[in-house]
């Protein structure tokens, strides 16, 4: 398995690395930090409903789609990332996104408690003081042939800009927001009570991460290569695959008579949850013309989502009892990962509250 050490990288492409590592299926172990702050968003999200993208426009903060679920991050260079990536094949590493939380956490919080910070993983995928207050968060996900594994040691935080990029209802509750986020998010430098030095923080978590991982040979990203990370960097700046369809924030529409969108969201313990869908015929007991689901969990295979999920819902009635067995189904499959989500999660996302 490879060592990158990128040290800062070009914004967008310090993210895209590892997305380019797993299609071509080299495994290797890659820390780095975007040189200038970007905006991430999760694979399952909505730009539209998640981000303010009035103030990424004017802030000139760029966004990027991982294809990694979760929810919205602010990213930049006081924040160390690791992200490893191996073949589905190999089997000395956890096929399983359960297995590959519980290994892969250890290595960095050893490396906190290494700086005297206690630290702990906590499903779903954050990790924290004993105090519970998060100093990290994580996220695993299927690219090509290869399981990634991605995570950050926050040597620091800026919880004003974090603060007004996300979306809310009512401008009054921004202090709110920046409050919460100071009360519940921890870092490095807070702990500490000053910034640690980056490279004792990058040899820390490499020894640590060496433990788990064996022996690493240190590589360097050859021209061609970054050439190709590069072209996917502006493949996943497409509008198509940044932002997908547009989706108005309602709780149903009538576009005309026999026609419906119907919305729905909930908050399962695996994280937020949306729905919208386009109804044949009256709201309940209507035929599901279209389908369509976002939010901040964490679900691999990526691709179950559209194939399995919204697949097998197209066509149905719109009734809690017609669809329920289909969600069970999916949710009970031994080919599909969605932590912190249960089936009845999944029906009231599609508006059934009862």
């Not at 990424?56 to 903060?61: A, E, R, T």
């Not at 923080?201 to 990203?221: A, N």
């Not at 697949?311 to 949710?331: A, D, N, Q, T, Y």
């Amino acid at each position: 398995m490879y060592l990158f050490r990128l040290d800062r990288m070009p914004r967008l492409l310090s993210m895209v690395i590892f997305h380019q590592l797993a299609r071509e299926g080299a495994e290797a172990l890659v820390i780095v930090s975007p040189e200038k702050p970007i905006i991430s968003i999760g694979y399952f999200q909505d730009a539209f409903q998640e981000v303010d993208l009035d103030y990424l426009k004017n802030s000139g903060l760029p966004l990027f789609r991982r294809e990694v679920g979760g929810g919205t991050t602010y990213l930049d260079e006081n924040q160390i990332f690791y992200q490893v990536i191996y073949s589905r094949k190999n089997k000395k590493f956890p096929q399983t996104i359960k297995g590959a939380y519980e290994l892969f956490s250890e290595p960095p919080c050893r490396a906190h408690e290494h700086f005297g910070i206690k630290a702990r993983f906590r499903e779903i995928n954050d990790l924290v003081t004993p105090e519970g207050k998060k100093i990290g968060g994580e996220g695993g996900a299927d690219i090509g042939e290869c399981m990634v594994f991605v995570g950050s040691m926050l040597m620091d935080f800026d919880y004003r800009t974090m603060s007004k990029v996300a979306k809310i209802p009512d401008e009054k509750w921004r202090d709110k927001v920046f409050k919460t986020l100071e009360e519940n998010l921890t870092t490095m430098k807070k702990e500490l009570g000053e910034l640690p030095d980056r490279r004792e923080v990058e040899e820390v978590l490499i020894s640590e991460f060496k433990k788990v991982l064996g022996p690493l040979e240190k590589g360097e990203l050859p021209p061609d290569f970054l050439r190709r990370a590069e072209a996917l960097e502006r493949e996943m700046q497409k509008p198509e695959f940044l932002f997908g369809k547009r989706k108005p924030v309602v709780d149903s529409l009538k576009i005309k008579s026999g026609l419906n969108l119907i919305f729905g969201q909930h908050k399962a313990r695996g994280g937020l949850i949306r729905s919208v869908q386009e109804v044949e015929g009256p709201p309940i007991g209507g035929r599901i013309k279209d389908l369509s689901i976002s939010g901040d969990f964490t679900l691999i295979p990526r691709l179950a989502l559209s194939e399995k999920l919204e697949k097998s819902l197209i066509g149905s009635r719109r009734e809690k009892f017609e669809l329920l067995p289909r969600v069970e189904s999916f949710i009970e499959s031994r080919e599909k990962e969605m932590p912190g989500v249960t089936a009845e999660d999944l029906i009231m996302a599609l508006g059934f509250k009862d």
